[in-house]
């Protein structure tokens, strides 16, 4: 390869990193007036950051993309809301609104900031059910979960812990107030080895 269809290829890369930047950011305001389900956010969030060929610019661009959440402001982060088993501090604070759950965050680290705020606002504005039936692939299928380290990797899992924990609550909250039956996901059981 030569210099310059290095430097085209380089070029081309982070003009789309910087295209999928903008077009993502429309996308996800967009996203609360359609009313979109977490599976279909996510669906779209791969398909347009999968156009950047590099992984290291998909995470870069993830990370450094503007967040559509509500910010949790300095006096709101206690220890009430801090997730545990995160290196980096992490607090995640939730509520329903009408049969929907609103999701803020701040984290101490950049990188987990971009990464957990992706993810928050990929359930953000759903009913307790569509969370709870939609784990997150997008950064395996993306390519960027080979590029982080075990502690960011495990960071993530305790979110997505404590979003479920939080989204089970409030179904039952919800359905308690509604009279009607909350979600019960399905659990598969493996037989023992015999």
Avoid at 9 to 20: K, L
Avoid at 56 to 77: I, K
Avoid at 102 to 115: D, I, T
Wanted: aromatic share 6%; glycine share 6%; with cysteine.
């Amino acid at each position: 390869m030569t210099e310059t269809s290095t430097e085209n290829t380089d070029r081309s890369g982070r003009d789309a990193a910087s295209t999928v930047e903008a077009a993502s950011s429309r996308f996800l305001r967009c996203n609360a007036k359609k009313n979109m389900l977490p599976e279909q956010r996510q669906t779209q969030l791969i398909a347009r950051y999968s156009i950047i060929p590099d992984p290291q610019e998909r995470l870069a661009s993830l990370v450094n993309r503007r967040s559509t959440l509500l910010p949790l402001e300095p006096e709101e982060r206690t220890d009430a809301l801090l997730v545990p088993g995160c290196v980096s501090k992490v607090w995640l604070a939730a509520s329903l609104e009408n049969g929907r759950c609103r999701f803020r965050l701040h984290a101490e680290s950049v990188l987990v900031k971009g990464l957990l705020s992706v993810l928050c606002e990929m359930y953000d504005g759903a009913s307790p059910a569509e969370i709870i039936a939609v784990e997150p692939e997008l950064f395996e299928a993306l390519g960027i979960a080979r590029n982080l380290s075990p502690t960011r990797l495990n960071g993530i899992a305790r979110v997505r812990e404590r979003i479920l924990s939080i989204t089970h609550d409030f179904s039952g909250r919800f359905f308690s107030a509604e009279g009607a039956t909350p979600f019960q996901p399905r659990v598969e059981r493996s037989e023992a080895p015999g």
